[in-house]
Nanobody, 121 residues
Framework: QVQLVESGGGSVQPGGSLRLSCAAS????????MSWYRQAPGKQRELVAT???????NYADSVKGRFTISRDNAKNTVNLQMNSLKPEDTAVYYC???????????????WGQGTPVTVSS
């Protein structure tokens, strides 16, 4: 089984910055796409940003120009740099990975446990 562990959440004032990190470990052959999602209280989980193993990143319109997703394929990690944070960015942030696993060579969607981000003055 593959585990995803997020870190870096916390509380910050509007206009501040946070950097989230996610590390995947376990029986990993390769990871195709890594993503960050978020879920605010009372709302559905939404896609924030995605990054393929090779290729272009994609962002939700609400975070374009403020958030940057990056990954290290050798370390199976993905980061989310969040700048100019707004109160509406408050949510639990989840890491997601599309993983091919040993020994089955099957593909699985794996999720982290979530890390909370609170933006408030």
């Amino acid at each position: 089984q593959v585990q995803l562990v997020e870190s870096g959440g916390g509380s910050v004032q509007p206009g501040g910055s946070l950097r989230l990190s996610c590390a995947a470990s376990g029986r990993i052959l390769t990871i195709r796409v890594m993503s960050w999602y978020r879920q605010a209280p009372g709302k559905q989980r939404e896609l924030v940003a995605t990054i393929p193993r090779v290729g272009s990143t994609n962002y939700a319109d609400s975070v374009k120009g403020r958030f940057t997703i990056s990954r290290d394929n050798a370390k199976n990690t993905v980061n989310l740099q969040m700048n100019s944070l707004k109160p509406e960015d408050t949510a639990v942030y989840y890491c997601n990975a599309d993983v091919q696993e040993r020994p089955s060579y099957s593909w699985f969607q794996r999720w982290g446990q979530g890390t909370p981000v609170t933006v408030s003055s």
